[in-house]
């Protein structure tokens, strides 16, 4: 999934369908098993926190 900066999204599913993972993971609340979480180019694992 890619979303682009300006953009204006919206996650909506039945229940199940995964909306909260995706918040989760993308908070850093949850950390991911395969792939990567990147923002501006940069691994959410190496931003500072502030």
């Known amino acids: 999934m890619e979303i682009k900066k300006g953009d204006v ?4 599913g039945p229940s199940g ?3 909260s993972t ?5 908070d850093s ?3 991911v098993d395969e792939g990567s979480i990147t923002y501006g ?4 694992r190496e ?4």
């Open 17 to 19: 369908s995964g909306k």
């Open 29 to 31: 609340l949850w950390d």
């Open 9 to 12: 999204n919206a996650f909506v």
């Open 41 to 44: 180019g940069v691994n959410i």
């Open 22 to 26: 995706i918040a989760r993971l993308i």
């Open 47 to 50: 931003l500072p926190l502030d």
